[in-house]
T-cell receptor, first 115, second 116 residues
Framework: AQKITQTQPGMFVQEKEAVTLDCTYDTSDPSYGLFWYKQPSSGEMIFLIYQGSYDQQNATEGRYSLNFQKARKSANLVISASQLGDSAMYFCAMRVYSSASKIIFGSGTRLSIRP | KAGVTQTPRYLIKTRGQQVTLSCSPISGHRSVSWYQQTPGQGLQFLFEYFSETQRNKGNFPGRFSGRQFSNSRSEMNVSTLELGDSALYLC???????????????FGPGTRLLVL
């Protein structure tokens, strides 16, 4: 069975510091994709970054980078130079590319940036 | 390019009623997925439609149904509403890629449903 685990329910970080949000996953399928989404209080899910299981390099998108450790089955999100607007819920998700693929989400981490 | 739109944004219903939610995907996207988000259960997958066919379904009772039209717009329907159906319902659209990889879902703002 596929599973996504986010062990940090909440985090507080000082503005301008870097922050790492943890995500571990479980699947026996060799082909999968990992996603991170941000959900502000407005409710909309905002796509941040994607990592494919066969990608050789860690994904980066501006201030976001994904620390992909395949052997450990972890896909941590790193936000550099955090900003007040980064305060939100962050969800890690996985899609297994089998015939019955669907995206599953972790329980989320609430990130709060202190000024 | 316009994003995913969902209507209505807010809805109040009473137990026993039925409700229909609408989702218009990003232009060119042919896949639409629906999710239910509650504080207790988190984000749960409802179903996914591609080219008017349901290609995946979550573990929800038959009161939850959906459909997709030829223009890729999708609707979901919940019949005989229960208090526990109060949630944020999110719709996401995507476009298949070669081999199905990197098929990123883009979400709409959601419909907040309150069942009294």
């Amino acid at each position: 069975a596929q599973k996504i685990t986010q062990t940090q329910p909440g985090m507080f970080v000082q503005e301008k510091e870097a922050v790492t949000l943890d995500c571990t996953y479980d699947t026996s399928d060799p082909s999968y994709g990992l996603f991170w989404y941000k959900q502000p209080s407005s409710g909309e899910m905002i796509f941040l970054i994607y990592q494919g299981s066969y990608d050789q390099q860690n994904a980066t998108e501006g201030r976001y980078s994904l620390n992909f450790q395949k052997a450990r089955k972890s896909a941590n999100l790193v936000i550099s130079a955090s900003q007040l607007g980064d305060s939100a819920m962050y969800f890690c998700a996985m899609r297994v590319y089998s015939s019955a693929s669907k995206i599953i989400f972790g329980s989320g981490t609430r990130l709060s940036i202190r000024p | 390019k316009a994003g995913v739109t969902q209507t209505p944004r807010y809805l109040i219903k009473t137990r026993g009623q039925q409700v229909t939610l609408s989702c218009s995907p990003i232009s060119g996207h042919r896949s639409v997925s629906w999710y239910q988000q509650t504080p207790g259960q988190g984000l749960q997958f409802l179903f996914e439609y591609f080219s008017e066919t349901q290609r995946n379904k979550g573990n929800f009772p038959g009161r939850f149904s959906g459909r997709q039209f030829s223009n890729s717009r999708s609707e979901m329907n919940v019949s005989t509403l229960e208090l526990g159906d109060s949630a944020l319902y999110l719709c996401a659209s995507s476009t298949p890629t070669s081999g199905g990889t990197q098929e990123t879902q883009y979400f709409g703002p959601g419909t907040r449903l309150l069942v009294l």
